[in-house]
């Protein structure tokens, strides 16, 4: 298990990194040609994109890698099957900017959807080829295949930028991506569709399916209604700001748990009845992610004014107070990122379904007691604070639930984090107040150079360096 967990974090590793650069690059080049007010708009059909997205895949493509009876023939049906689910989504996709044009009394809507459907229908067809690469464990394919389709969407909305096109540019880097990525994942997974129909694999994951699929639409219920409500009660610039910021926040997750996340199910599957198994991955995980997950939150809070400046220049100076407020949220976030994967691992997905009412209850709460201040700042204080207290409530669900252990086993794994963030925030405390310097670039450079100072000297002595050397010398 250990050589193909480090494989599939190599080649996942190369994929997710590629594309996080690939995306920052182009989102840099077109905020430079875009305004806020375009980002906007888009953010809106994003909310909404995101949505379909769940509907596309209906769960079906973790029920594929987790059920350990499904044959070629399987696949074959089911990709039969996601053609009418392609379609049918894709129009509706279309017809549904009719109501967002009346709602945000904007007619471009009407429009853009429609554009925006072909992704729809791609997201929906990529399904069942990629789980079954993912199920065979071909990181490497998968990955490469990414690149390929963030570098050709990136490519696209920038050339249809530099020509003038608006807010088309972000959506042509959607479609163009989704289109490759379809392409690509089925000439490799070789997944053809059939003419011999029948409902046999249907029941076969229909209920892990349905509550997966309940889980991710109460998780993208409470992760998007505040950009629904923004759009609604406050301005498209604010929405456009908010929505930066928000989005940098999920860097760092994407960036670190994106590389685990998607092998933790191929291959944590193969001993979902081995909790001592699956128990001691998740907790050297946590160890390892508390020790970079913490420092980040308190370095990207002291260093938030410089980062949107020296990204995205001074027109997004709105973006920077948001932006601080929820980096203190990125620890909590990836930490509970993992959560996700055990469920499924361990079987426990109708659990993982309540967990998720539970967390999305308490983060709309929230989020409408800040939508009604009127401002973006309020809106990410509460989301702070709901982020916070779902943390540590699915931090302790995980450990008494899913891996029947006892939730200060978890919080001794994360000790060294949480000292070496305390740290760091008193370091970089005194060097705001006594030192900060005016040049946003120097001042970056001088806050990155305490971080690492820190981070390694605190890990050195708290003997981390030889204890994560260890984790992974070790067998799983």
Known sequence: MRKVFLSGFLYTAIGRYSN??????????????????????????????????????????????????????????????????????????????????????????????????????????VAVPK?????????????????????????????????GGGVYALLVNTVVNSFVNLFLTVWVSKIWPTTKITSQPIKKIYSFATNQLGFNIVNYVAHNLDSILIAKFMSASQLGNYNKAYRLILYPTSMFNGLITPILLPVLAEHQSDVTVIRNVYLKL?????????????????????????????????????????????????????????????????????????????????????????????????????????????????????????????????????????VLAVVLGIYGLMFAHSNSIIDLLIRGFLFIFVFILSSVILGEVSKVKSLFGKKV
């Open 286 to 422: 946590q160890h390892v992610t508390a020790l970079i997950a913490v420092p980040l939150s308190i370095f990207l809070f002291f260093s938030s004014d410089s980062i949107i400046n020296v990204l995205y220049g001074k027109n997004w100076h709105a973006a920077a107070f948001p932006f601080a407020i929820l980096s203190l949220s990125i620890w909590t976030q990836m930490l509970n990122a993992n959560a996700e994967a055990i469920f499924q691992a361990r079987n426990k997905v109708r659990k993982l379904l309540k967990i998720g009412i539970y967390t999305s209850t308490f983060d709309v709460i929230f989020t409408i007691i800040g939508v009604m201040s009127g401002s973006v700042s309020t809106v990410s204080f509460a989301l702070l604070v709901s982020f916070s207290f779902n943390g540590i409530y699915v931090l302790y669900t995980v450990m008494h639930e899913a891996l029947s252990s006892n939730f200060w086993i978890l919080v001794k794994e994360l000790q060294s984090g949480i000292i070496i963030g305390a």
């Open 131 to 163: 789980a079954a690469l993912l199920r065979q464990k071909k990181f490497k394919e998968v990955n490469y295949i990414a690149v390929l389709s963030g570098m050709s969407g990136g490519a696209s909305g920038i050339v249809v930028a530099v020509l």
């Open 20 to 125: 996080v650069l690939i995306s920052i690059l182009v989102d840099i080049f077109l905020s430079r040609i875009l305004s806020p007010a375009d980002y906007g708009i888009v953010a809106v059909l994003t909310v909404v994109l995101a949505l379909f997205q769940l509907f596309s895949d209906a769960g079906i493509g973790a029920a594929v890698i987790q059920h350990e009876k499904i044959t070629s023939n399987d696949l074959r049906i089911l990709f039969t099957f996601s053609f009418i689910i392609a379609i049918f989504l894709a129009i509706i996709f279309g017809l549904i900017g009719l109501p967002l044009s009346m709602f945000y009394h904007y007619t471009v809507y009407s429009k853009l959807t429609w554009f925006l459907s072909l992704a729809v229908g791609f997201y929906a067809l």
